[in-house]
């Protein structure tokens, strides 16, 4: 090697050796960094007055006396204790993170004392979907800087629930998001998602703070910062490169993994929590309300959406699919035994119409046989007759209500719907009591031969433990007894799924029209709905009619 060649080597090491020198090492930049133009997260925002207006918090836990002077520590301190967590995400310090932990032990001591009596609770459900996905502990405290552990949450950007999905990732990963339903809100729904996602992402970057990272961001503002920097793999690395309030994410996590282990060195204490709430899950395949479960089984309906706060508009459509509820656990038998009377509790008042005439107002009258049939509401149980010939004027009748009369028996009684009457008279709920007095607008039954029908409204006063008058008998010419035809039998069939007037004629070996006549239908009516009961003529008297209708044509 001659002169030259060794003095461009010289040279060449001389020059690396400056470069190097002068490009900031990635550990200076993780024990270094100091960002003023970092967002917080949204959760440091989070009002301490309202969160204590939880359930949970008001009724489950009390005040711990916690001293709202702050109290905080050295970076030093800092440093050291971050240093002893045993855990298997990488937490160094630097001045940015002790800015948050500051934050968390300064003016937020109250917000960390509700957070932990919080994770009193919804911890228990973070810990077992971790464990289930085989990821770092340290995850759990993930809700603490999305939602302040608050399962209804709900950024500016969107984002909601605990772990703070937006809808396009929620959905992704297969959650239901609905007017009813939003499974962002269920607590283990969203944690069990949550932390697959953590584990793909992790799965992406081999990184759990890459991984946190982009869980706040998304993979591709990742993907940007790290070619942006040349292909760094390390959060610290592609620092400036990413967005402003992901900067400030991941040692807002570490902030939280220290205030949440070392709080009572700093004279935080978690809201005492008074009694544990002990819960358990069954499976709901009604539709049914929240006020209906929380009357019958005497629960604060406030719990129930507390326990339960995916269903937006309390209301479960378990008659879509099954859905989970979760109640106290000697709450959960309960609800199976008392399952009929909780679906029966003001089910009028929380009955939707699965039919409706088109041109015709809720609260018109109907005018024909056709058109009274066809108005029986989707409340009005059992197979209420229909007048066989209806008058030119509705009858008003002032109905006194006996004991153990219910709305449903009256309603039945006067070939009207539960949700008439209720209108009528202004009842906001579905009971009646003895003594009551009800307006009922009805149509007088008509005999098929009486030769006169009333064509002015009347009024009629219906008392109904008043026993029947027998007027005098009145002397007249002995008649003949007509032969009383006998009384056709008939068979009740619940419709079902696929099931049309054609297809049950056919099975119980009978005509359409005497379904239809059975039932008192227009022959121009053939919609059945699910769950209705119709009377099936037996083959014996089906046979029998077209005899009668033979002899009198050959007369």
Same mark, same amino acid.
């Given at each position: 090697?001659?002169?030259?060649?060794?003095?461009?080597?010289?040279?060449?090491?001389?020059?690396?050796?400056?470069?190097?020198?002068?490009?900031?090492?990635?550990?200076?930049?993780?024990?270094?960094?100091?960002?003023?133009?970092?967002?917080?997260?949204?959760?440091?925002?989070?009002?301490?007055?309202?969160?204590?207006?939880?359930?949970?918090?008001?009724?489950?836990?009390?005040?711990?006396?916690?001293?709202?002077?702050?109290?905080?520590?050295?970076?030093?301190?800092?440093?050291?204790?971050?240093?002893?967590?045993?855990?298997?995400?990488?937490?160094?310090?630097?001045?940015?993170?002790?800015?948050?932990?500051?934050?968390?032990?300064?003016?937020?001591?109250?917000?960390?004392?509700?957070?932990?009596?919080?994770?009193?609770?919804?911890?228990?459900?973070?810990?077992?979907?971790?464990?289930?996905?085989?990821?770092?502990?340290?995850?759990?405290?993930?809700?603490?800087?999305?939602?302040?552990?608050?399962?209804?949450?709900?950024?500016?950007?969107?984002?909601?629930?605990?772990?703070?999905?937006?809808?396009?990732?929620?959905?992704?990963? %297969?959650?239901?998001?609905?007017?009813?339903?939003?499974?962002?809100?269920?607590?283990?729904?969203?944690?069990?998602?949550?932390?697959?996602?953590?584990?793909?992402?992790?799965?992406?970057?081999?990184?759990?703070?890459?991984?946190?990272?982009?869980?706040?961001?998304?993979?591709?503002?990742?993907?940007?910062?790290?070619?942006?920097?040349?292909?760094?793999?390390?959060?610290?690395?592609?620092?400036?490169?990413?967005?402003?309030?992901?900067?400030?994410?991941?040692?807002?996590?570490?902030?939280?993994?220290?205030?949440?282990?070392?709080?009572?060195?700093?004279?935080?204490?978690?809201?005492?929590?008074?009694?544990?709430?002990?819960?358990?899950?069954?499976?709901?395949?009604?539709?049914?309300?929240?006020?209906?479960?929380?009357?019958?089984?005497?629960?604060?309906?406030?719990?129930?959406?507390?326990?339960?706060?995916?269903?937006?508009?309390?209301?479960?459509?378990?008659?879509?699919?099954?859905?989970?509820?979760?109640?106290?656990?000697?709450?959960?038998?309960?609800?199976?035994?008392?399952?009929?009377?909780?679906?029966?509790?003001?089910?009028?008042?929380?009955?939707?119409?699965?039919?409706?005439?088109?041109?015709?107002?809720?609260?018109?009258?109907?005018?024909?046989?056709?058109?009274?049939?066809?108005?029986?509401?989707?409340?009005?149980?059992?197979?209420?007759?229909?007048?066989?010939?209806?008058?030119?004027?509705?009858?008003?009748?002032?109905?006194?209500?006996?004991?153990?009369?219910?709305?449903?028996?009256?309603?039945?009684?006067?070939?009207?719907?539960?949700?008439?009457?209720?209108?009528?008279?202004?009842?906001?709920?579905?009971?009646?009591?003895? %003594?009551?007095?009800?307006?009922?607008?009805?149509?007088?039954?008509?005999?098929?031969?009486?030769?006169?029908?009333?064509?002015?409204?009347?009024?009629?006063?219906?008392?109904?433990?008043?026993?029947?008058?027998?007027?005098?008998?009145?002397?007249?010419?002995?008649?003949?007894?007509?032969?009383?035809?006998?009384?056709?039998?008939?068979?009740?069939?619940?419709?079902?799924?696929?099931?049309?007037?054609?297809?049950?004629?056919?099975?119980?070996?009978?005509?359409?029209?005497?379904?239809?006549?059975?039932?008192?239908?227009?022959?121009?009516?053939?919609?059945?709905?699910?769950?209705?009961?119709?009377?099936?003529?037996?083959?014996?008297?089906?046979?029998?009619?077209?005899?009668?209708?033979?002899?009198?044509?050959?007369?």
């Amino acid at each position: 090697m001659n002169h030259l060649q060794r003095f461009m080597i010289t040279l060449s090491g001389a020059a690396m050796a400056l470069t190097a020198s002068a490009l900031p090492n990635i550990l200076d930049i993780k024990h270094s960094i100091s960002d003023e133009n970092i967002i917080p997260p949204e959760s440091f925002e989070t009002q301490t007055r309202i969160m204590e207006e939880n359930f949970y918090l008001k009724n489950f836990t009390e005040s711990s006396g916690t001293d709202t002077v702050p109290r905080t520590g050295t970076y030093e301190e800092y440093e050291t204790l971050l240093s002893r967590l045993p855990s298997g995400i990488e937490m160094p310090f630097n001045p940015l993170v002790g800015k948050y932990i500051d934050m968390y032990l300064g003016k937020r001591r109250k917000l960390v004392s509700n957070m932990l009596a919080l994770h009193n609770y919804y911890g228990h459900i973070f810990i077992e979907e971790i464990e289930r996905a085989g990821v770092p502990h340290e995850l759990q405290y993930l809700p603490v800087i999305e939602s302040a552990i608050n399962p209804v949450a709900v950024s500016r950007a969107g984002a909601t629930g605990l772990w703070q999905f937006m809808p396009k990732t929620a959905t992704g990963l %297969g959650m239901e998001i609905n007017s009813l339903v939003d499974e962002r809100c269920d607590p283990r729904v969203s944690s069990a998602n949550a932390v697959k996602y953590l584990k793909q992402l992790y799965n992406i970057y081999n990184d759990w703070s890459l991984a946190i990272a982009a869980y706040n961001c998304g993979p591709g503002n990742v993907n940007k910062a790290i070619r942006r920097a040349g292909g760094g793999k390390d959060f610290w690395e592609i620092y400036n490169y990413l967005p402003a309030e992901t900067r400030g994410y991941v040692p807002s996590f570490i902030a939280a993994n220290y205030v949440m282990n070392y709080h009572d060195r700093y004279g935080i204490q978690p809201t005492v929590v008074k009694q544990q709430l002990v819960t358990d899950t069954i499976d709901v395949s009604d539709r049914v309300h929240f006020e209906q479960i929380a009357a019958v089984l005497r629960i604060p309906i406030e719990e129930i959406r507390m326990l339960n706060p995916q269903f937006k508009k309390d209301i479960i459509p378990g008659d879509y699919h099954p859905y989970k509820l979760v109640l106290p656990s000697q709450q959960c038998l309960s609800y199976i035994v008392s399952r009929d009377s909780i679906l029966a509790y003001n089910a009028d008042l929380y009955a939707r119409r699965s039919y409706v005439e088109p041109g015709r107002r809720s609260d018109e009258v109907p005018t024909s046989n056709a058109d009274l049939a066809q108005a029986q509401t989707q409340n009005a149980t059992g197979n209420i007759d229909i007048p066989t010939q209806v008058a030119d004027s509705v009858v008003t009748i002032h109905h006194v209500v006996a004991r153990g009369e219910s709305l449903r028996d009256i309603a039945k009684q006067y070939s009207v719907s539960s949700t008439d009457i209720k209108r009528w008279n202004n009842l906001r709920r579905g009971k009646v009591k003895e %003594g009551d007095s009800l307006i009922i607008n009805t149509y007088p039954k008509v005999l098929p031969n009486a030769s006169t029908v009333p064509t002015q409204p009347s009024t009629v006063t219906a008392q109904a433990a008043t026993p029947k008058q027998t007027a005098p008998a009145t002397p007249t010419q002995p008649k003949k007894k007509k032969e009383q035809p006998q009384q056709p039998k008939y068979t009740t069939h619940t419709v079902k799924s696929g099931d049309t007037l054609d297809a049950l004629a056919r099975r119980y070996g009978t005509t359409v029209a005497d379904i239809q006549r059975a039932n008192n239908m227009s022959k121009s009516n053939t919609r059945i709905q699910i769950g209705q009961k119709l009377k099936i003529p037996s083959k014996k008297s089906t046979a029998a009619t077209p005899k009668k209708k033979s002899s009198k044509r050959r007369r």
